[in-house]
T-cell receptor, first 117, second 113 residues
Framework: NAGVTQTPKFQVLKTGQSMTLQCAQD?????MYWYRQDPGMGLRLIYY???????DKGEVPNGYNVSRLNKREFSLRLESAAPSQTSVYFC????????????????FGAGSRLTVL | GENVEQHPSTLSVQEGDSAVIKCTYS??????FPWYKQELGKRPQLIID?????GEKKDQRIAVTLNKTAKHFSLHITETQPEDSAVYLC????????????FGAGTILRVKS
C-alpha cells in the first residue's frame, strides 16, 4: 500500500519550458488536491478534484492546469514555467469532500521540488 | 474571503515546557480544523483534528481547543521533547468548493534541550 505517490521528486526547468507532475493514490479516495509550499506561506491550494470527472480552482491556479485522468490519478501541468513557480509541490487525497461530511483527512505525497531558472 | 491566520511564526521553548499555537479563521461556517506536523524535508502528517461540534480534544501530550464564537482554535503541546521540533500547520474547511481546506502559514517550533 503505497498511499500517495508523486513524480518526479526533483526537477529543474528553464523559463518557458513545460512539464507535468504526476500523482497517483491507491486508497480508493474520491478527492485529490495539488498544493504548493513556499517559505513562510504554508500550503496554498492550486487545484482540486472533489470527485472523478470534476476539477476546480483553488487559491493560486494561474499558470497551472490539471487533469483528473481517472479515480487514481491527478496530474498538474505547467505550460510555460516561470521563476515564480519555483516551489515544493504536494499532491494529497482524501476519502471524500462535501458539506455533509465536512472536510476529511488529507494524505500527502512526499513532495516534488521544482526549480525554474 | 477564505483566510486562516497562524501565530506565532516561530516558537522556541525549553524541553519540558508547554507550547501553544493559535489560528484564526474567517468563515463562521467552517466545521473542520486539523493540525499537521511537518518535519524538515518531509510531507505534512495529521496529528490531531477537531470538528465544530466539540470544544476540545486531547491525544496524550497534544490537545486542540476551539472557540467558535471568536473563530479561533489552538494547538497545545505539553512536556515538549526535542522530537516535537517541526513546522506545525493549522487548517480550516471552507464552504466554497465543497469544504476544501485552507492552511495557515505555519509555525516553526524549536524545542531546546
Amino acid at each position: 500500500n503505497a498511499g500517495v505517490t508523486q513524480t518526479p521528486k526533483f526537477q529543474v526547468l528553464k523559463t518557458g519550458q513545460s512539464m507535468t507532475l504526476q500523482c497517483a493514490q491507491d486508497m480508493n479516495h474520491n478527492s485529490m488536491y495539488w498544493y504548493r509550499q513556499d517559505p513562510g506561506m504554508g500550503l496554498r491550494l492550486i487545484y482540486y478534484s472533489a470527485s472523478e470527472g470534476t476539477t476546480d480552482k483553488g487559491e493560486v491556479p494561474n499558470g497551472y492546469n490539471v487533469s483528473r485522468l481517472n479515480k487514481r490519478e491527478f496530474s498538474l501541468r505547467l505550460e510555460s514555467a516561470a521563476p515564480s513557480q519555483t516551489s515544493v509541490y504536494f499532491c494529497a487525497s482524501s476519502f471524500r469532500q462535501g458539506a455533509l461530511s465536512g472536510a476529511n483527512v488529507l494524505t500527502f505525497g512526499a513532495g516534488s521540488r521544482l526549480t525554474v531558472l | 474571503g477564505e483566510n486562516v491566520e497562524q501565530h506565532p511564526s516561530t516558537l522556541s521553548v525549553q524541553e519540558g515546557d508547554s507550547a501553544v499555537i493559535k489560528c484564526t479563521y474567517s468563515d463562521s461556517a467552517s466545521n473542520y480544523f486539523p493540525w499537521y506536523k511537518q518535519e524538515l524535508g518531509k510531507r505534512p502528517q495529521l496529528i490531531i483534528d477537531i470538528r465544530s461540534n466539540v470544544g476540545e480534544k486531547k491525544d496524550q501530550r497534544i490537545a486542540v481547543t476551539l472557540n467558535k464564537t471568536a473563530k479561533h482554535f489552538s494547538l497545545h503541546i505539553t512536556e515538549t521533547q526535542p522530537e516535537d521540533s517541526a513546522v506545525y500547520l493549522c487548517a480550516a474547511s471552507f464552504r466554497g468548493g465543497g469544504n476544501k481546506l485552507v492552511f495557515g502559514a505555519g509555525t516553526i517550533l524549536r524545542v531546546k534541550s
